[in-house]
């Protein structure tokens, strides 16, 4: 059988590490390439085609939920393990409307990276033992019976991904020339972006863009 291609995608360098020593210990997985953030992440997958990404939730620039669903739309047979240190449900709902097939908590113990991987490879999906399923269930039963019109057509008006790119930019205290330069955006571009986010969200500050995108895993 061929090597399981992994990228691995965290913005510490010992936490690369460490789990790619755990990884290749076995010859079936084969460790192509290393991110230390999302964007960085969906440029490597672009080019090494890999069978699997492992994403940590809070990266800079770009978060691992944004990550995952950017590489889950341009590359679907990718699969995706999403690292997280929250065991919070509202996280694992997102990762997995992100597309994830995987949500694997950092204080696992080393064994459960394998035992992920290997559900993931197949076919399944894998939600680290400390969150109960039941916990998910009871979740996604709350947002049914708690949508109002109102908040099933502000769900429908979700932010695009270039303005959730920009909103995470902003959260992590870049200026709006900053974001312009990162993005290959002009000022203007990047200003009409931020008027619309604060449309949509119904948030008219800075701080509560910020308080948002710490509610929504993507910035720590």
């Known amino acids: ?8 995608a965290d913005d510490h360098k010992l936490v690369r590490a460490g789990i790619k020593f755990l990884l290749e210990d076995s010859h079936e997985v084969n460790v192509i390439g290393e991110a230390s953030n999302g964007r960085e992440a969906i440029e490597l997958t672009g080019k090494l085609k890999p069978d699997m990404v492992f994403l940590d939730i809070a990266m800079p620039e770009l978060n691992g939920l944004e990550a995952a669903e950017r590489i889950k739309k341009e590359y679907p047979a990718v699969e995706i393990i999403i690292l997280s240190m929250y065991v919070d449900e509202e996280y694992v709902i997102q990762a997995l409307n992100a597309g994830a097939s995987g949500y694997l908590l950092k204080d696992s113990a080393p064994d459960e990276l394998r035992i992920a ?3 993931v490879v197949q076919g399944k999906v894998y939600i680290s033992p400390a969150i109960p ?24 008006e979700k932010l695009t991904s270039r303005q959730k790119e920009v909103l995470q930019l902003i959260a992590e205290g870049n200026s709006t020339k900053e974001i312009a330069a990162k993005l290959f955006l002009s ?7 931020r008027a619309h986010i604060m449309k949509k969200l119904g948030i008219n500050d800075i701080p509560g863009l910020v308080k948002y995108a710490i509610r929504k895993g993507m910035i720590r």
Not at 3 to 8: D, E, S
Not at 187 to 193: D, F, L, P, Q, W
């Open 117 to 119: 991987l290997d559900t």
């Open 1 to 8: 059988m061929k090597p399981i291609k992994v990228i691995l």
């Open 133 to 156: 399923r039941e916990m998910i269930d009871e979740y996604t039963e709350r947002l049914k019976r708690a949508a109002t019109p109102e908040e099933a057509a502000a769900e429908r």
């Open 187 to 193: 000022i203007k571009t990047v200003e009409t972006h």
